[in-house]
């Protein structure tokens, strides 16, 4: 577990620029005030701000740079003009440097995941990472990965997934044992394609400190029904996007409704206390943040609209991956499963026992 946790800021990424991001900060120092934090970009911009903030003034440093990459930006672009010099890439590369133990971004998702993959290195046995991302639930809360990061997946990349997922359930979620599932179109052993039905098998016989439960469905995510749901970046992010944006349809049915009438508004006042906890349950910056794994380091990747309240939930999310060491968990756990392969190998290819 690491004692001293100094995070990195992309401060030029997201749709509200540097003043969301400092802010953000700001909310996440009063609840872990043992935190610094080392923002890159406009010092012209972020200066001003953090001496608006004397506490996180005092817990902070900044690297100038007025390079930044655009959310409407291709991977290429981003490379071509903020390779080395851009305020994300530098965040990221604070990380492999070893000044930071997390690197937290708002900016453009496809630009993040390259640049990286390109510094820090994909973990041994992984070859694509995989963004996970933290689902409120019926009950409590669950990891859901990919979100993003791949638009397909093979069989060996849901089973990386499914050990990945696991280690952040139990460093985020505090599961001792988490139970896994592989996202389908049906319970059914029957059902799906060749891929997931081969990465089912595989979890199955795997000997890991996780339960593996099977499939599970669409609707099983908000349920809760295991802690860890896996599945391929395609599917994931349609997913997300349909929650986040069904959300938000039933905020503003519940707020049209009680503008109806006299008698709606009335009741509403009287149940405001109700409302207010519905509200807080169903704001998506609640649990703003997916974190990319399989990386050799921490990287988080907020929301690009996401509000200071937004921010700060993804700072938490990147201190808490960074001060239980999911990168330890998750390598001892990968190795533990090519040992296991190693020994399957080498038993497939021992010659049968002569019975001469």
Request: charged share 25%; glycine share 10%.
């Amino acid at each position: 577990m690491a004692s001293s946790i100094t995070i990195a800021l992309d401060a030029m990424g997201g749709d509200l620029g540097c003043e969301a991001v400092v802010n953000g900060a700001g909310i996440a120092r009063v609840r872990q005030p043992d935190v610094h934090y080392e923002f890159h970009g406009d010092e012209g911009q972020l200066q001003p701000l953090l001496d608006a903030d004397a506490a996180l003034k005092a817990v902070s440093t900044i690297h100038h740079t007025d390079v930044s990459v655009d959310m409407e930006d291709k991977p290429s672009q981003a490379l071509r003009k903020g390779r080395k010099t851009s305020s994300m890439w530098l965040a990221i590369d604070a990380v492999k440097q070893g000044r930071a133990q997390a690197a937290v971004s708002c900016g453009n998702t496809g630009a993040l995941t390259v640049m990286a993959r390109m510094i820090l290195r994909t973990m041994p046995g992984i070859s694509r990472p995989a963004l996970a991302a933290i689902w409120p639930t019926m009950r409590g809360e669950s990891i859901v990965l990919d979100v993003g990061a791949n638009v397909v997946a093979e069989e060996d990349a849901l089973v990386k997934f499914a050990i990945m997922g696991e280690a952040m359930a139990r460093t985020a979620l505090g599961q001792p044992k988490p139970t896994v599932g592989l996202l389908n179109i049906g319970a059914e052993e029957m059902k799906g394609n060749e891929e997931i039905k081969a990465a089912a098998e595989t979890l199955r016989e795997a000997d890991l400190d996780f339960e593996f439960t099977g499939f599970v469905e669409g609707d099983d995510i908000s349920k809760g029904t295991v802690d860890v749901v896996v599945t391929d970046g395609f599917t994931g992010n349609i997913a997300l996007k349909t929650a986040e944006g069904t959300a938000r349809l039933i905020g503003d049915y519940l707020s049209n409704a009680m503008r109806r009438s006299f008698a709606s508004r009335l009741g509403y006042l009287l149940a405001r206390g109700a409302f207010n906890v519905l509200r807080q349950r169903m704001d998506p910056s609640r649990v703003n943040g997916g974190v990319f794994l399989g990386l050799n380091g921490v990287v988080v990747k907020s929301h690009g609209s996401a509000t200071a309240e937004g921010i700060a939930a993804a700072l938490d999310l990147a201190i808490d991956m960074a001060r239980n060491d999911i990168i330890t968990k998750i390598a001892t756990d990968l190795h533990q499963v090519e040992e296991e392969e190693n020994a399957a190998d080498v038993e497939a290819t021992e010659p049968e026992p002569s019975t001469v």
